[in-house]
């Protein structure tokens, strides 16, 4: 039953793409503009700065594309988890509850149009600065990106599960997302050795973003790190950090939905 309507779901979302050509088109230009000024401001930054604490401007765009991969992974299969909220302060939540599949696949599989277009230019990007920053690709590497992007996606995938949670109790909690992801987009895009001590704790431990792309760069890149002074082989372990923030926020999930009573809509 599961499989069969995941199937329909991602045929829902092909139609409508091929239906709504103009805005498919339209939404992609505007992620290439997006991620292309984020790669302009660090084109520019490293101009003024031509390393930033050992890394150089081809090396965080390499860092920038690994974090690419997750992100766009995840938008790509998990984006719908971050309307939750919606779907509590409409009353459209209680929906699932009555229906015998799981709440959190329901609301995974909600019907939208879920462009591919942020993956496609993660993938298109990422062999490009792999080329630029001249990587050595071999078996390892091609084995090990995939499970990078996987882990990425599973740690947004995490963060953002245990923030629509929170609207059980508080409904609103638009701030709350705006504020974690705004953390990521802006942090996330340069090596968190370069903030301070209380920074790299968020970004590596609490909030691990840094799991997504700086770890699995410094290892790829063979690099020494030093935002804690960490064995590089620390990357490896991305694929575990997602799995295991999925499995707390899961957690929290089923706790939220004993607590929950609906909105009265």
Excluded at 90 to 118: C, H, K, S
């Amino acid at each position: 039953m599961y499989l069969a309507t995941y199937i329909q779901y991602w045929r829902i979302n092909l139609l409508t793409m091929l239906e709504y050509r103009a805005n498919f088109l339209m939404w992609f230009g505007f992620t290439i503009i997006y991620h292309a000024t984020a790669v302009i401001a660090l084109w520019v930054t490293l101009n003024t700065f031509p390393s930033l604490n050992g890394w150089d401007f081809r090396e965080t765009a390499f860092m920038y594309g690994l974090w690419m991969l997750g992100h766009g992974l995840h938008n790509t299969i998990f984006f719908t988890v971050g309307a939750v909220p919606e779907f509590v302060r409409e009353g459209r939540f209680d929906r699932f509850l009555i229906r015998p599949l799981d709440p959190l696949f329901q609301a995974l599989t909600v019907p939208q149009q879920i462009w591919p277009d942020e993956l496609l230019l993660a993938i298109a990007y990422f062999c490009v600065v792999t080329a630029a920053v001249r990587v050595h690709v071999d078996l390892t590497f091609v084995l090990y990106v995939p499970l990078v992007a996987l882990g990425g996606a599973l740690i947004d995938l995490g963060i953002n599960l245990a923030i629509a949670t929170a609207s059980f109790w508080f409904i609103r909690i638009d701030t709350l997302r705006w504020v974690v992801m705004s953390l990521e987009q802006e942090f996330s895009r340069y090596p968190i050795s370069i903030y301070g001590r209380g920074v790299r704790i968020v970004l590596a431990f609490i909030l691990p973003f840094a799991f997504m792309n700086y770890f699995p760069a410094t290892f790829l890149l063979h690099k020494t790190e030093t935002g804690f002074n960490l064995n590089p082989a620390v990357g490896l372990l991305t694929p575990f950090v997602g799995a295991l923030w999925v499995a707390v926020a899961y957690v929290f999930w089923r706790t939220g939905l004993t607590k929950y009573q609906g909105t009265g809509s």
